[in-house]
């Protein structure tokens, strides 16, 4: 019976962790550390650009972020994850910045315009605000919006996104033998 309650309360605290939310509550330091699954709602998009007319499905991959607060700034860095397709984005951190409400990645980079099958694409200057709000349930909701400057593409892509927290597995003890 006491091996049945103490693996009852570890899995309570272990879900109870794991259900706090990744920003700051008031006097604490905002925090988005260990493993989200990034949810890009593409399928959804809208905006200016040739590109958001585009179908395509969502998506989403993990990533492992830690944080760090130094001198008042705090940084999400992402430490771990599958490494952008877009060859402009590659070999890059991906910080995002908190500003007080949200976790904020601002970056420039190379938009490859899909224009048809057959077609080569167009590659345009870029510039994309990723912003993401953390929520009562531990997840992030925000958007993602993204200015091409110039060609096929000109114009804007916003897409919903979120992310949740990926829970790990907990190591419970042996439910049989003896003590």
Request: glycine residues 8%.
């Amino acid at each position: 019976m006491r091996k049945t309650v103490l693996v009852l309360a570890m899995v309570m605290a272990w879900i109870v962790a794991g259900a706090l939310p990744a920003g700051a509550a008031p006097g604490d330091e905002p925090l988005w550390s260990g493993d989200y699954s990034l949810m890009r709602f593409a399928a959804s998009k809208t905006g200016t650009s040739a590109a958001a007319s585009q179908r395509e499905p969502d998506f989403s991959n993990v990533y492992t972020f830690a944080s760090d607060c130094t001198d008042g700034e705090c940084v999400a860095s992402v430490v771990a994850g599958p490494p952008p397709a877009n060859e402009s984005l590659q070999n890059r951190p991906i910080d995002y910045i908190w500003d007080g409400t949200s976790w904020v990645h601002t970056y420039d980079w190379v938009w490859d315009c899909f224009k048809g099958e057959g077609v080569p694409k167009d590659y345009n200057d870029a510039r994309s605000v990723a912003t993401y709000t953390p929520q009562p349930d531990g997840s992030l909701t925000g958007v993602w919006e993204t200015t091409i400057y110039g060609g096929y593409c000109d114009g804007t892509v916003v897409m919903n996104v979120a992310a949740y927290p990926v829970p790990a597995i907990p190591v419970l003890p042996p439910m049989f033998g003896s003590s």
